[in-house]
C-alpha cells in the first residue's frame, strides 16, 4: 500500500493522487508534520496538485539497483548531504558537552532499541531474521562477557569518561523529543508490518555505516581521526569505534533482508512509507542530543 511519509495512513498501491490529496489537505490545516515534510522532501513553493502527485512519485521511485539502494540514497540525502545534520557537523570534533548529550540520550534509545528488535522477532516467519534480530540484542545489550562490552555499557563508559558518574547519566529522564520519538517507534514496530519495522529500525544503523562517502556522502558520522588523535577520552574511542566497525554489517545485513522480505505485492511501498516516517524521527532525536548537549556546555 502507498502510505503517507507522516502519520502512515494508507492508500492503494501507487495512488499519489489520493496520496497528493491528502498532504493539500493536511497543509491547508496548517498540520505541521505534513506542512515540513513537504518542505523537505517536496519544496517550500506552492505547485498544482498534478506537479505534487509527479514530484511524490519521484520520491517513491525505486532505482534500477532496488529498495536497498533507495533506502542508502535517502538517507544519505537526509543526514549526510551537502548540509550534513547539525548532530553529525557537531560529532565530527566532539565537544564533551557533545559525548554527554550523547549518552544521556542514547542510553534511552538503546533500551528501546532492543525491545523494538524483539518485536520484530517475534513477529517475523523468518528463522534469518529471528537469528539477525538475536545477535543485534546481544551486541546492543547483553554482550559478550568482559572482552566484548555491549554497546549499552559502552555506552556508559563514554559519559563516565566525560566526567559523569554513572548514577547521574541513569538518573536523566529522557526528553520530551526524544520520548516521543521512542514511542512511535515502538508502536511502528508493534503495529506495522514486520518488514517495514525492520527497514524503519534498522536502516538506522546507516548512521555509522564508514562506507558511504562512496555513495555520496560529504562527511562520515564524525572525522575517523578522533579515534587516534587524542582530542576525546578513551571511554569515548571505544563506544565510538565499535559502531564504526559493527554497523556497516548489521545496516548492510538488515537492508538485504529488507530487500528480500518486501516482493510482497503492495508492501514495497508500505516500506518506504514507514522508512521515510522513520527519517523524521531520527532527524528529531538527534537534535534532541544536541538539546541535551547544550546543558553542559558548546557543541561547536
Not at 257 to 264: G, N
Not at 280 to 298: M, N, Q, T
Request: charge should be negative; aromatic fraction near 8%; include cysteine.
Amino acid at each position: 500500500m502507498t502510505k503517507c511519509a507522516v502519520c502512515r495512513t494508507r492508500f492503494a498501491p501507487g495512488d499519489y493522487v489520493s496520496l497528493g490529496a491528502h498532504f493539500l489537505a493536511a497543509s491547508a490545516a496548517s498540520e505541521p508534520g505534513h506542512v515540513r515534510w513537504l518542505n523537505q522532501s517536496i519544496g517550500r513553493e506552492r505547485i498544482a496538485p498534478i506537479e505534487l502527485v509527479h514530484r511524490l512519485e519521484e520520491v517513491y521511485r525505486l532505482p534500477p539497483e532496488g529498495l536497498a539502494a533507495w533506502i542508502r540514497a535517502r538517507f544519505i540525502q537526509r543526514f549526510f548531504g551537502p548540509r550534513p545534520h547539525p548532530f553529525v557537523v557537531a560529532l565530527q570534533h566532539p565537544t564533551r558537552a557533545t559525548l554527554l548529550g550523547y549518552a544521556i540520550e542514547h542510553r534511552h534509545f538503546l533500551r528501546q532499541w532492543v525491545r523494538c528488535s524483539a518485536l520484530i522477532l517475534a513477529r517475523s516467519e523468518s528463522d534469518d531474521v529471528v537469528a539477525y534480530e538475536i545477535d543485534n540484542i546481544r551486541v546492543e545489550f547483553g554482550g559478550d562477557g568482559d572482552a566484548h562490552p555491549s554497546h549499552f555499557e559502552l555506552l556508559l563508559r563514554m559519559g563516565e569518561s566525560c566526567g559523569v558518574a554513572r548514577g547521574d547519566l541513569e538518573a536523566h529522564t529522557p526528553l520530551p523529543t526524544t520520548t516521543a520519538a521512542l514511542a512511535e517507534w515502538g508502536a511502528i514496530c508493534r503495529n506495522e508490518h514486520w518488514v517495514s519495522a525492520l527497514a524503519a529500525m534498522h536502516a538506522l544503523e546507516l548512521i555509522a555505516h564508514r562506507d558511504l562517502t562512496g555513495d555520496g556522502a560529504t562527511v562520515h558520522y564524525f572525522d575517523p581521526a578522533i579515534l587516534t588523535d587524542g582530542s576525546i577520552p578513551e571511554g569515548a574511542r571505544a563506544f565510538l569505534r565499535e559502531g564504526y566497525e559493527a554497523d556497516v554489517v548489521h545496516a548492510e545485513t538488515a537492508l538485504r533482508l529488507v530487500e528480500r522480505f518486501a516482493a510482497e505485492p503492495g508492501l514495497i511501498e508500505d516500506v518506504q512509507g514507514t522508512f521515510l516516517r522513520s527519517l523524521d524521527l531520527f532527524d528529531d532525536y538527534l537534535g534532541a542530543r544536541l538539546e541535551r548537549a547544550e546543558e553542559y556546555g558548546p557543541t561547536g
